[in-house]
């Protein structure tokens, strides 16, 4: 039973009665498995351009961005980096004075490899009286620790991962914000010469986010010939979820207030929303490279995006080619290779439908948000993977899934996922408006019954947490995907603050 308390909580949240109601009945059914048809496979879902096609599809993105369509780079930044440095604070509140396993070694070994030592460096004398060397001859080692996480020093262990130093350059050492500011000269400038780029940040990191971009962007405005333009958004309160009792009613904070969670990296379909471009690449903030390897990345990024751009613009002949009424039957069957062969989207249904009737069918299917998603090559890194799935209409297509999405109780349904060739490392390219310019309210393209949920604790309780369809799974359901391989060269991630230390950050 909701208090006066509760709805005028509820009210200033911007989240419904109703919505509420859905969040705690979820919790009481759960989410289903969705129904497989396979994993997603060179030559079954995931295309392999040849030399020649790639060619044309690097061509088709350079015409592209001749044009007058606006093209942005969104970037979730808002995540913080303590995971990253798991292991330093378990070290730091340990018994050990000393590093004894061998990921804090390895650390302590190759310290001065990191970006940030030079600036480690000076807290450490400023605060310690001490030098790093100095330091770890005395064997206090906890005392670099706290400088490098708390907040008497760098207090990387409280920061988004977006502000921290992470590539060393003769002229300054980067951040990953500058290094995607970097990337979006290379890729993402428009005819205009401008360059649109957006984070999604915590708002109480937002400021520092800003005073960097404010620091920095005029120096590679100069550098790379180009404007920049940077936005910045938030996660909606209205987007966060309600936390559940093991019994399934609202779970209470001391005070009685009832306790509501983000809803993860789904609820930025909604900040998506927001924005205005006609083409949107997506990827995480920590998945980028120093300069000496940046090509790769770039040749695959304007890849995926002539795919993108070529596919939008056969699905656009085809619609105005509807529209017009005036189509033979087999330029529907054309239609239905078109959806078969090129966006993976099968309906066995197909042959009973009248020719009226089918065109009808066809226009829907064409008519939404269009996705390319790069996909490398499964060498065991932690991750959703690509597969055809069976949709509420019965339609197969393509989705990307987490392993709580699949039923490993399912035998066959677990092979898939073990025996999968590739796996999602979230790059994707997504054209977001109809053949009209008109944009595409992306929140109906979610499904509701993909998110998943979670055990959690607040202050020594149980609870239950609800996470929304993600940004790249569920909620983006209902988009017509392409999966295409790309080089594992182009995934990068910083997961420990060890993976810095490998050669593609150095």
């Known amino acids: ?28 059914t759960g989410f289903p498995f969705l129904k497989l048809a396979g994993a997603a496979s060179p030559g079954k879902g995931i295309t392999v351009p040849s030399e020649s096609e790639q060619k044309d599809y690097l061509n088709a993105w350079n015409e592209y961005l001749n044009g007058t369509g606006k093209v942005l780079k969104f970037v979730p930044a808002s995540g913080a980096a303590s995971r990253m440095f798991k292991n330093l604070f378990e070290f730091l509140d340990g018994n050990s004075d000393t590093p004894a396993d061998d990921f804090m070694k ?35 080692y906890k005392a670099v620790i706290d400088n490098l ?41 428009g005819n205009d010469g401008k360059v649109n780029v957006h984070f999604t940040v915590s708002p109480e990191h937002r400021p520092l986010f800003e005073s960097l971009v404010a620091e920095k962007a005029v120096s590679y405005s100069k550098k790379f010939g180009v404007t920049y333009s940077v ?63 940046k090509d790769e990345t ?3 990024k304007k890849l995926i995006a002539g795919v993108l751009v070529s596919m939008q613009k056969k699905a656009f002949d085809y619609i105005r080619l509807l529209d017009t009424g005036k189509y033979t039957h087999e330029q529907l069957e054309e239609i239905i290779r078109f959806l078969r062969d090129e966006l993976s989207c099968r309906n066995p249904e197909l042959k009973v439908l ?31 993977g ?41 790059d994707l390219v997504c054209a977001v408006k109809d053949y009209k310019g008109n944009k595409f309210d992306l929140t109906k393209y979610v499904d509701p019954q993909t998110g998943f949920i979670s055990s959690k604790s607040k202050n020594g309780k149980e609870l239950k947490a ?29 997961k420990t603050v060890n993976d810095l230390l490998r050669e593609q950050h150095q």
Request: glycine content about 8%; some cysteine.
């Open 1 to 28: 039973m909701l208090t006066q308390q509760d709805k005028e909580f509820l009210a200033k949240k911007g989240i419904s009665e109703e919505k509420l109601n859905t969040q705690l009945n979820s919790f009481k």
């Open 106 to 140: 390895k650390f302590f070994d190759n310290i001065e490899k990191f970006a940030f030592y030079a600036e480690l460096d000076e807290v450490c004398k400023e605060n310690e009286g001490k030098s790093i060397k100095e330091l770890v001859e005395n064997g206090n």
């Open 149 to 189: 996480l708390n907040e008497k020093g760098l207090n990387y262990g409280k920061l988004p991962k977006g502000l921290l130093k992470f590539h060393s350059y003769a002229d300054g050492n980067r951040t990953p914000l500058e290094e995607h500011l970097v990337e979006g000269a290379l890729y993402a400038k």
């Open 231 to 293: 936005s910045f958004s938030e996660q909606k309160a209205s987007t966060d979820t309600v936390a559940a009792t093991p019994d399934n009613e609202p779970f209470r904070t001391d005070d009685g207030k009832i306790l509501f969670r983000p809803g993860g990296h789904g609820a930025l379909i909604e900040n998506l929303n927001d924005l205005d471009a006609d083409i949107i690449f997506i990827k995480n903030i920590d998945n980028v490279v120093p300069d000496r390897l």
């Open 298 to 300: 770039v040749t695959y």
């Open 354 to 384: 009248e020719d009226s009737e089918l065109a009808i069918y066809l226009r829907s299917k064409l008519n939404r948000p269009m996705r390319v998603c790069g996909m490398v090559k499964n060498v065991g890194e932690p991750g959703g």
């Open 386 to 426: 690509p597969f055809l799935a069976y949709n509420p209409d019965g339609t197969i297509s393509l989705q990307i899934l987490e392993s709580s999405q699949i039923d490993k109780n399912n035998a066959e349904y677990l092979a898939m996922f073990n025996g999968g060739t590739h796996f999602n490392p979230v």
């Open 466 to 494: 609800l996470e929304l369809p993600g940004l790249w799974n569920g909620a983006m359901s209902d988009w017509n995907t392409i999966f295409v391989d790309v080089s594992l060269g182009t995934f990068n991630p910083v």
